[in-house]
């Protein structure tokens, strides 16, 4: 059975940095697109990168703007998003996602989801 797990979250002041990691069990990671999304209350779960399934390609939400790196680590079932430079409105639950679809960019393309973690960034 696929499981996902996100961990590196928590409350960071602005213009602070946090590292998100995805743990995969269940999978053969280097089968699959990997993803990351945010989901701010009373908002639709929003697209933050995605990662190629050989880590060679990657993919950014507009609003990134060079602040995130999205990357893995296959032999490690490990995904990662490094985020700098956080802002108010980065704050949100961030969710990682496999998908068999190239460098998906919606969540219904997504087939396993993890159960998030909590980012909040404070003035």
């Known amino acids: 059975q696929a499981q996902l797990v996100e961990s590196g979250g928590g409350l960071v002041q602005a213009g602070g940095s946090l590292r998100l990691s995805c743990a995969v069990s269940g999978l053969t990671v280097s089968s699959y697109t990997m993803g990351w999304f945010r989901q701010a209350p009373g908002k639709e779960r929003e697209f933050v990168a995605a990662v190629s399934r050989n880590g060679v390609s990657t993919y950014y939400g507009e609003f990134v703007k060079g602040r995130f790196t999205a990357s893995r680590d296959n032999a490690k079932n490990t995904v990662y998003l490094q985020m700098n430079s956080l802002k108010l409105e980065d704050t949100a639950v961030y969710y990682c996602?496999?998908?068999?679809?190239?460098?998906?960019?919606?969540?219904?393309?997504?087939?396993?989801w993890g159960q998030g973690t909590q980012v909040t960034v404070s003035s």
């Open positions: 996602g496999a998908s068999s679809n190239f460098m998906a960019r919606f969540p219904a393309a997504y087939d396993y």
